[in-house]
């Protein structure tokens, strides 16, 4: 009983605290118990009306003092004692609601009060659900950050989660204050995408960081890709899943060189979002604010002109494209608003840019195509993955490849928000009926029983080889990477190389390829998988090879192979 005891205590002792301010501040005291009276007169009629009002007028200068609006019941977290004993009291009461208002004495009776007030004040708070009634209208995007390791991905997406709201300041406040005691004062903006202790010890992401904000026009999710190179396979996970790709650069002296060079991953990176289907591609300049680069045109200038000619090259247009824009990350600088230390950018910021970008075209009419990105189990079996053509609904029978179980959706979560239907483009979660989650893997895909989608062993595709010590031979094995499936695969026949710039093929047979050659390969893969030719429906026909944690080759599936009986 102990908690229960002390919790009424303290929170008079902060009633008490508050009454005092409202001495000091009446005009705003008074415009919040006009705001709050009628919701709160109704829900008491035994509680005494001299006290009731100043716990009242005490919540809502506690949120008049905050800066931004907070959630009214994150109020005790100044002080931890209070902040536990607050949740164990506000448990039993959720257990048996309204057994209070029969209960003992007053001042049980009246924390109950205050408990309800709170709560109540809370329900319109959290910023999801008032998405939902235009959830549908807006259109779904999915950005997914890349750059080499340490250039500012998770602090950028931080940064923009708390500018648009998506974040509260008083949690951000909670990651400095453990960051600093960690001595790594400037990663608390990334903790609200590194969730998971070891991302946080080592400032490293590992998984794709998933979190999602919106602006007038649109709905974006953000994929934060992890940098290092040991991760790249969840890196292209994500980067499969996107629509647009975010390149994060460091300007800062020395940091921009090491992840551009042969080795760093700003190279990889790029090109594996050119092959995975990301067609727009922003390049933000980050730490324009750090000390070496001052907001400086020639830094920037001179990272532009050495990045330009390589995502050239990569395949990306620099005229319709790419688009630069320095950034802080740090700061959010240029993120939301224009910066005044940079008089030299004269386009949008970050965000307002996203939300002027062109519509993407998705084929709402066309097949369900649901590439399995994650599987758990939470109730049933649960799965993630982008939605990339065609339109699910609740109950809908669908088909999962290549195992062909036939399946119900028992219901659809798009961003965490409980709908009825989805279209294409968005990151759907989905409760299904009729399978076990032992029986999934990733890289499954759920298509409609009347048009499914191809699967097999064998097909023809057209490769370029970007880098390879020695010659590939037939009988050379790799990983491939397509859509959101990895599958162990050997090249069995090199059928013809492919003249780069003309694209003529040869007459012979090639017996081996080299660098920088392009040519149409017979490759065999471990077990089944799910692709469709690059021409019928890209998502699900483009790929990369990689071999001993490189990126070898890129390429497209050109024709499948019946496989002989």
């Known amino acids: 009983m102990d908690p229960q005891d002390t919790a009424p ?43 009731n009002p100043v716990s009242d007028v005490g919540a809502d200068v506690a949120a008049n003092k905050e800066v931004s609006q907070i959630v009214a019941v994150e109020n005790g977290e100044t002080d931890a004692g209070a902040e536990e004993t607050w949740e164990e009291k506000v448990k039993p009461d959720e257990e048996e609601p309204g057994g209070g208002c029969l209960a003992e004495s007053g ?128 890196m292209i996970g994500g980067a499969s899943q996107a629509d647009l790709a975010v390149l994060v650069i460091s300007g800062r002296k020395g940091e921009f060189e090491t992840g551009f060079e042969k080795g760093g991953q700003t190279r990889e990176h790029a090109m594996l979002a050119k092959t995975a289907g990301v067609k ?50 740090l700061t959010g600088a240029n993120l939301k608003e224009p910066c005044e230390l940079c008089p030299w950018y004269t386009g949008l910021p970050f965000i307002p840019h996203l939300d002027s970008l062109p519509n993407f075209n998705r084929s709402v009419d066309g097949p369900v195509r649901l ?18 053509s065609g339109c699910i609904c609740k109950a809908q029978q669908l088909v999962m490849m290549p195992n062909r179980h036939t399946v119900e959706v028992l219901s659809l979560l798009s ?71 990895i599958e162990e695969v050997q090249i069995t026949a090199l059928i013809c190389l492919v003249d780069k710039k003309s694209g003529e093929k040869s007459k012979t047979r090639p017996r081996f390829v080299k660098q920088d050659q392009v040519c149409i390969a017979r490759l065999r893969a471990a077990g089944t998988i799910c692709l469709e030719t690059f021409k019928d429906f890209p998502q699900m026909g483009r790929f990369t090879l990689r071999d001993e944690g490189k990126t070898i080759a890129i390429g497209k599936v050109l024709k499948l192979v019946p496989e002989k009986d």
């Open 415 to 485: 961003d965490d928000i409980e709908t009825d239907d989805a279209m294409p483009g968005e990151n759907l979660k989905l409760r299904l009926k009729g399978i076990e989650e032992e029986e999934i893997l990733p890289g499954f895909i759920l298509c409609n029983a009347e048009n499914l989608c191809h699967t097999g062993r064998t097909f023809d595709a057209q490769i370029v080889i970007i880098e390879h010590k020695s010659i590939i031979c037939p009988g050379y094995n790799a990983v491939l990477h397509i859509h959101t499936c």
């Open 9 to 51: 205590d303290s929170w008079e002792q902060e009633d008490d605290v508050e009454a005092q301010a409202v001495d000091a501040e009446p005009q705003s005291s008074f415009a919040g118990l006009n705001v709050n009276a009628p919701e709160f007169v109704p829900t008491f009629l035994l509680g005494g009306p001299s006290v």
């Open 107 to 234: 001042g049980p009776e009246l924390d109950e009060g205050q408990e309800e007030l709170e709560e109540e004040e809370e329900l319109p708070t959290p910023k999801p659900p008032p998405a939902k009634p235009d959830a549908p209208k807006k259109e779904h995007v999915n950005v997914v950050f890349i750059g080499h390791v340490d250039a500012g991905k998770s602090t950028i997406g931080g940064q923009i989660m708390y500018l648009t709201g998506m974040v509260e300041k008083r949690t951000l406040e909670k990651y400095e204050k453990e960051a600093k005691e960690k001595n790594r004062e400037t990663w608390y903006l990334s903790w609200a995408l590194d969730t998971n202790q070891e991302e946080r010890d080592k400032g490293k992401t590992v998984e794709v960081g998933r979190a999602y904000f919106e602006t007038e026009k649109k709905h974006f999710t953000i994929l934060d890709a992890p940098g290092h190179k040991s991760f790249v396979p969840n």
């Open 371 to 388: 590439p399995i990105v994650d599987k758990y189990k939470d109730m049933g079996t649960v799965i993630l993955g982008k939605l990339e």
């Open 280 to 329: 727009h591609l922003i390049v933000l300049i980050n730490k324009m604010d750090d000390p070496t680069v001052n907001w400086s045109l020639e830094r920037y200038e001179e990272c532009k002109e050495k990045l330009v000619p390589f995502l050239k090259k990569v395949g990306f247009n620099p005229k319709k494209d790419i688009h630069f824009m320095p950034c802080s990350g």
